[in-house]
């Protein structure tokens, strides 16, 4: 076996570690904001940083009536997603809905902001807005937003509502473009 033919294989590796998070201008067929993005392309968004962030969990949580997902993401430090069960317990335990044998809240407790976009479809900027807002809190480069997340849990729902999301996003595509 020559070289050239094992070398993609001992490459991969090392570029799969090297992906970076694409901007949502380098990620969608048009820049962010210029158009409405249909929601199945918002789902493959934050599919993409997901499978390329260490600090955002996509979980699909159903479907809508016309077979849509619908999803959210977590977005946190990576300790605090590999711990997200021990997490959400110690929240409920401040809430005193749940004790533990010593009926003690833990010392680690984490802040859980929960995000949600998009609950009426005629209002397709917040969905819009969340693509942002998972860009700007999954990036890497930004050491402050990096330094949050090592405090606070947070759960981002790009669409509430992926149905009449895309029934207004497809009418505003049909009568507004050019």
Known sequence: MTILRILPFLLFPLLATAQTIPSPNEFLPRNHGDHFTP???LVDYFERVADTSPNVLLQSYGKT???RPLIMA???SEKN???LENIRLN???KTGLLKD???NVKADDRAIV???FGVHGNEAGASEASIAALYALA???DKTVQKWLENTVIILDPCINPDGYSRYTHWNRNVGME
């Open 39 to 41: 929601h199945y392309e």
């Open 114 to 116: 929960w995000l949600s």
């Open 139 to 141: 990036n890497p480069s």
């Open 74 to 76: 977590f977005i946190s």
């Open 91 to 93: 929240n409920v335990r």
């Open 65 to 67: 009536n016309q077979d």
């Open 81 to 83: 997603l590999k711990n």
């Open 101 to 103: 044998k010593k009926g």
